[in-house]
C-alpha cells in the first residue's frame, strides 16, 4: 500500500483528498503547514506527496525546495496542487521548485485519482541535473 502526505493549510481540503485516497486503498498522511510537512519527513517516507502551493508562513515552492535539499528525502515524488494555472506557474512547479508534476485547483476526482495512480507507478523526473549530471525533464 502506497502512502500519500497531503500537505494543505486548508483542514477541508486535506479531509476531502484523505478520503479520496482511502477510498483508493492507500495510507494518507495530513499536515498543515509546509513546516509540519517537514517535521513529518523527518520520521516517515511517504511515496507520494500532494503539497499546496498557498501556504502561510513556508510555501509549497519553499517546502519543495527544502525537501530536495535534504538526501534523505531528495527522491521522493512531489505533485504541486495550486489554484494558479498560468504557464508560468506550471514552469515554476516544475523547474524552480523541483516538483515532478503540478495538479491544477479545483481538484476533479477522477483526474486525481488518474494522477495519483501514474506518479506512483512511474513518476516524471524532475527538471535538474541527475546524479550522473543528465539533465532530467518534467515530462518524461
Not at 124 to 130: K, S
Amino acid at each position: 500500500m502506497s502512502t500519500i502526505l497531503v500537505v494543505d493549510d486548508e483542514e477541508d481540503i486535506r479531509f476531502v483528498l484523505g478520503q479520496m485516497l482511502k477510498r483508493e486503498g492507500y495510507e494518507v498522511l495530513s499536515a498543515g503547514s509546509g513546516e509540519e510537512a517537514l517535521e513529518m519527513l523527518k520520521k516517515t517516507r511517504p511515496d507520494l506527496i500532494l503539497l499546496d502551493v498557498m501556504m502561510p508562513g513556508l510555501d509549497g515552492w519553499e517546502t519543495c525546495a527544502r525537501i530536495r535539499s535534504q538526501e534523505e528525502t531528495k527522491d521522493i515524488t512531489v505533485a504541486m496542487l495550486t489554484a494558479k494555472t498560468s504557464d508560468e506557474d506550471k514552469i515554476r512547479a516544475l523547474e524552480s521548485s523541483g516538483a515532478n508534476w503540478h495538479i491544477s485547483k479545483p481538484i476533479d476526482r477522477a483526474k486525481l485519482i488518474d494522477t495519483v495512480r501514474w506518479l506512483l507507478e512511474s513518476p516524471p523526473r524532475r527538471h535538474g541535473h541527475g546524479k550522473d549530471g543528465v539533465e532530467k525533464g518534467g515530462d518524461s
